[in-house]
C-alpha cells in the first residue's frame, strides 16, 4: 500500500503565499515523481506541477513562474510553494504518485485565497 499525505493548505490573502507538503509512505521501493493536481471549486481537475526524481519539474501554464516545486528525498516529501497568490488558486490541491498502472491520491489539502 502506497500513502501519501498533503499538508499546509489554508486561507491567505491574494498576493500571499503558503507551502503545501506532501509525505509519501508505504511499500515504495524507490523515489518516484510526484504530481499535484488542483480543483477548484465547479472546475475540472487541473494539473499543477510535477517533479521527477532527479528533481527536474515541470509546470502547468497557469502557475508558471509563480509555483515552485521541490523535494526532499530523506524525507520522503515534497514542497510546494504558492507565490502571489490570486482568488482563482482557490482549490483543493492533491499530490499523486503513479506505481506501474496505479495512480496514488492524497486525501487533498484546501487552499482558499481572499480577495
Known amino acids: 500500500q502506497v500513502q501519501l499525505e498533503e499538508s499546509g493548505g489554508g486561507l491567505v490573502q491574494s498576493g500571499g503565499s503558503l507551502t503545501l507538503s506532501c509525505v509519501v509512505s508505504?511499500?515504495?521501493?524507490?523515489?518516484?515523481?510526484i504530481t499535484w493536481y488542483r480543483q477548484a471549486p465547479g472546475k475540472q481537475r487541473e494539473l499543477v506541477a510535477s517533479?521527477?526524481?532527479?528533481?527536474?519539474?515541470m509546470y502547468g501554464s497557469s502557475v508558471k513562474g509563480r509555483f515552485i516545486l521541490s523535494r526532499d528525498n530523506a524525507k520522503n516529501t515534497v514542497y510546494l510553494q504558492l507565490n502571489s497568490l490570486q482568488p482563482e488558486a482557490t482549490a483543493v490541491y492533491y499530490c499523486?504518485?503513479?506505481?506501474?498502472?496505479?495512480?496514488?491520491w492524497g486525501q487533498g489539502t484546501k487552499d482558499t485565497v481572499s480577495s
Open positions: 499523486t504518485v503513479r506505481i506501474r498502472e496505479d495512480l496514488y
Open positions: 517533479i521527477a526524481t532527479n528533481t527536474s519539474t
Open positions: 508505504g511499500t515504495i521501493s524507490s523515489i518516484r515523481p
